[in-house]
């Protein structure tokens, strides 16, 4: 009887244990480790699956809204949709492999995860040869069951905030449809 009960014991701790240890790592830091593991990999081989995977960890929705700021609602639902499409494909095509090769040996520490409201703040510091050390913070929100990038903010520079400014410079001079064919313009070239 101590034998099947102590075999059971053993077979409870074991379903239970891989439970406890993915809800730990679906935490904020561990989504952003996982990102980054995905983008290290990118320039190793099958760089369309690990971009995929990459981009499926940033809220390119929420990303998108607030790149365009105020003109996200003078879009209609289909140039929207349009421009977060573009907006992830950059991030594929252009963000994504240059990131691959800035972190690709680099040591990382991870400092302690700050909540604000519903967002929260993963710090990351890592040390560049020629950058020297740099602090990264990953913002990021819960959706759909799981945490998500929606910022990232490089030695107090906003990833978002930069592409704003770049977006409302070309918006303001040249119209929301010369912007989308820049992009494209863009995609067509690094695609090649």
């Known amino acids: 009887m101590k034998k099947i009960l102590s ?7 074991a379903l239970i ?9 679906e935490g904020p830091q561990a989504s ?21 995977l990459a981009l499926s960890m940033l809220n390119v929705s929420e990303i998108s809204k607030k790149a365009l700021g105020k003109y996200w609602a003078k879009r209609s639902n289909s140039e929207r949709e349009k421009f977060q499409v ?9 963000a994504f492999p240059s990131s691959a090769k ?8 991870y400092g302690k995860t700050n909540k604000k409201n519903q967002k929260v703040v993963v710090p990351l510091t890592v040390v560049h040869k020629k950058e ?13 069951g799981k945490w998500q990038v929606v910022d990232v903010v490089l030695d ?31 995609l067509k070239t690094k695609k090649n």
């Open 156 to 186: 107090g520079a906003s990833m978002r905030n930069n592409l704003r400014s770049k977006f409302y410079k070309t918006i303001k001079k040249k119209g929301f449809d010369k912007l989308i064919l820049i992009m494209e313009k863009k």
């Open 7 to 13: 075999a059971i014991s053993v077979l409870i701790v």
């Open 32 to 52: 952003v480790e996982l990102l980054l593991s995905e983008i290290r990999q990118i320039n190793l081989g099958e760089t369309e699956k690990h971009s995929q």
């Open 86 to 94: 573009l907006l992830g494909e950059m991030f594929v095509h252009v």
């Open 132 to 144: 020297g050390e740099v602090g990264i913070d990953f913002h990021m929100i819960q959706a759909a």
């Open 102 to 109: 800035f972190f690709a040996e680099l040591a990382l520490v």
């Open 17 to 25: 244990t891989p439970g406890l240890i993915w809800a730990e790592s």
